[in-house]
């Protein structure tokens, strides 16, 4: 499976940005899709997760406003950031994972950088 994150950049504390994670190579509406974001310094932690049926998790520090998607047919997942904050600052990474067949792949990331 390759994973291909985009729309990352630069915008300003209170700013929206739109992450889009294209995926091929593998069976898509089976594998749980999401987000992790890895700060200078830190370890990558989750950003938001969702499974085929919808259902989705999000970490406590984006929650009400970071929204994740995913697009079974176009094997896209996207993730809405809104009210961004410079503690956002990381380069975000695409994640794709099947309990089922054992898979756990990672793109290479995005960064987004939010200015104060």
């Known amino acids: 499976v390759q994973l291909q994150a985009s729309g990352g950049g630069v915008v300003q504390t209170g700013g929206s940005l739109t992450l889009t994670c294209a995926a091929s190579?593998?069976?898509?509406?089976?594998?749980?899709m999401g987000w992790y974001r890895q700060a200078p310094g830190k370890q990558r932690e989750l950003v938001a997760t969702?499974?085929?049926?919808?259902?989705?998790n999000y970490a406590d520090y984006v929650k009400g406003r970071f929204f994740i998607s995913r697009d079974n047919a176009a094997e896209t997942v996207h993730l809405q950031m809104n009210n961004l904050k410079p503690e956002d600052t990381a380069v975000y990474h695409c994640?794709?994972?099947?309990?089922?067949?054992?898979?756990?792949?990672w793109g290479k990331g995005t960064q987004v950088t939010v200015s104060s």
């Open positions: 994640n794709s994972n099947s309990a089922i067949l054992g898979q756990d792949y």
């Open positions: 190579g593998g069976f898509f509406a089976m594998y749980r």
């Open positions: 969702i499974v085929t049926s919808g259902n989705t």
